[in-house]
């Protein structure tokens, strides 16, 4: 949906285009049947298969990732954040080298501000299929993914290639590497010793946040400042990420010098702005234009929370430890 007078962006849920080559383990036994979403800016795809929603760039990128029971998403890292939250089903995160030095269970809500440069990979260990949103920091994504070696190597004995330039190619599909276009080279072991192996009380006690946890502080009256300087998670990648609810939402309005996202994860909210207004639900996504006066409240009863997320002038990049 689109408002041609203010400039408001809205990607529903069931308009999603999803993306099952996006990436190396596309053909990887227990990976092949995951789906990638790129809602907002370029994000990281390997594959030029992969639909974009919205290609502003506003700072930091919005996508999401959706997977039957039991498919993983395999070990990787970013030079950037990259912060989730599950929209929908129970999740398993884990990090490091060999996906081993931790690990945690996510339910409905949660959200978890993965640190940067750490192996780190995710599966769905609910009964039906799940979704989780992402937010990654920085315009390009931090220029990519960076998979640990034997993801690589799995990859290439199931059929796909990653060439130096970041470009994936399928040897199912007759592709070969172009002239002049070397394999994507492994990490050496030196390369490997520069990505920590955070212990589970680093991760868990510094970066998750749970949803009701969160409920209970929105009940105060105020938004709850969740990623920020100032937030509950102590982190300042490029963006904030605020946390509402209905006893914290408000018919006020407000802008921003720059761009916003909303993003409902429980019930149904109405999003107003000068010159309309919108109805959205748990998987929608409204992209709101800088400048624009614009508010939220819940439009019906029962349990409602929205994250919304603005970028900030601080660089994206490594994670805040000030």
Request: charged content about 20%; hydrophobic content about 40%; glycine content about 14%.
């Amino acid at each position: 949906m689109t408002s041609q007078d203010t400039g408001v962006r809205i990607v529903r849920y069931g308009e999603l285009i999803p993306c099952k080559t996006a990436f190396i383990d596309a053909h990887t036994p227990g990976s092949n049947q995951k789906e990638n979403f790129t809602i907002i800016g370029g994000g990281v795809s390997e594959s030029p298969d992969q639909h974009v929603h919205i290609t502003d760039k506003i700072g930091f990128n919005i996508g999401a990732a959706g997977q039957p029971p039991k498919c993983r998403n395999s070990l990787h890292s970013h030079r950037t954040a990259e912060v989730f939250f599950v929209a929908k089903g129970r999740w398993r995160f884990f990090w490091g080298r060999h996906g081993d030095a931790g690990e945690v269970v996510l339910e409905e809500g949660d959200i978890i501000d993965i640190p940067t440069g750490i192996f780190r990979g995710f599966e769905n260990i609910g009964e039906d299929y799940g979704m989780i949103m992402a937010i990654l920091g920085g315009d390009d994504a931090g220029g990519g993914v960076i998979w640990a070696p034997q993801v690589i190597e799995d990859a290439r004995d199931h059929g796909l290639v990653l060439g130096e330039n970041g470009k994936l190619y399928d040897s199912k599909k007759g592709q070969s590497l172009p002239e002049g276009v070397a394999p994507m080279p492994l990490l050496s072991d030196a390369e490997l010793d520069e990505f920590p192996e955070l212990p589970p009380q680093r991760v868990v006690g510094g970066y998750v946040r749970r949803y009701w946890d969160m409920v209970a502080l929105a009940g105060a009256g105020k938004p709850v400042k969740v990623i920020g300087e100032a937030g509950i998670i102590r982190d300042k990648p490029g963006f904030e990420v605020d946390f509402l609810t209905r006893a914290s939402a408000s018919e006020a309005t407000h802008s921003h010098d720059r761009a916003s996202v909303l993003m409902p994860v429980a019930g149904h909210w109405r999003v107003f702005w000068e010159g309309g207004e919108a109805v959205v639900a748990a998987g929608d996504t409204v992209l709101v234009p800088a400048g624009l006066e614009h508010g939220a409240v819940p439009s019906m009863t029962g349990e409602a929370a929205l994250y919304h997320i603005v970028a900030t002038d601080d660089p994206a990049g490594a994670t805040w430890t000030g």
